[in-house]
């Protein structure tokens, strides 16, 4: 599995971003630094903050170095730190936190995220995933909204559509099978995200 490693940028100084990001992405790199860095870094921007995504842990310390570099000669102060990208936990961990190499590591980390899923959801008062299924009648979607109620699950109808609130995609798509196996051929069972609460940046490259 390929890892994914990010610096992250927090500028204490932010009203002067802008000329940092300025000087990284016009910044004229000698041959040496190109082959420090080896290939593209993807920078995203949010106000005061970077985010700069490596292919490894190689480029991503040089990209550390490149932008302690120049918030050092901007003048500024920034807390930057090395980040890899944690897939069962779908989180960006600290680069010196292994990656699990057991089966209860990694059992640990889907029970970690779960967690905080179900904090999110409590919250919010509502997940990010959803399994729903458009039932063959009204009386199948009240049978089957009462049955996954009785089980726990999160559930609303309305009409023939019967919507079970899940915390994570894998929970989703076990759900998803399941129901599939039970429910007749011809009864719709799909699997819906809720995006709106991933923001979106700006991309811009650094010609490395």
């Known amino acids: 599995m390929a890892e994914e490693y990010r610096v992250e940028v927090e500028l204490e100084d932010p009203e002067h971003g802008y000329s940092t990001e300025e000087r990284m992405r016009a910044l004229d790199l000698d041959d040496d630094a190109r082959e420090r860095l080896g290939s593209k870094v993807m920078v995203t921007r949010d106000e005061s903050r970077l985010f700069l995504y490596a292919a490894n842990e190689a480029q991503a310390g040089e990209a550390e170095r ?22 069962l936990a779908e989180a960006w961990e600290d680069a010196s936190i292994p990656l699990p190499a057991t089966s209860e590591e990694e059992a640990a980390e889907i029970a970690a995220r779960e967690a905080a899923e179900a904090r999110e959801a409590e919250i919010e008062g509502e997940y990010d995933w959803h399994v729903v299924v458009h ?28 919507t079970v609130g899940v915390l994570t995609e894998e929970r989703a ?36």
């Open 66 to 87: 490149l932008v302690r570099e120049l918030v050092a000669a901007d003048g500024l102060t920034a807390e930057i730190r090395v980040t890899r990208w944690h897939p």
């Open 135 to 162: 039932a063959t009648g009204r009386g199948e979607a009240i049978e089957l909204a009462g049955r996954l109620a009785a089980e726990g699950l999160p559930v609303r109808r309305r009409w023939r559509y019967v």
């Open 173 to 208: 798509e076990e759900l998803a099978e399941r129901l599939r196996s039970e429910l007749p051929d011809d009864a719709d069972v799909r699997i819906e995200v809720d995006l709106s609460d991933i923001a979106r940046s700006p991309l811009q490259f650094l010609p490395f």
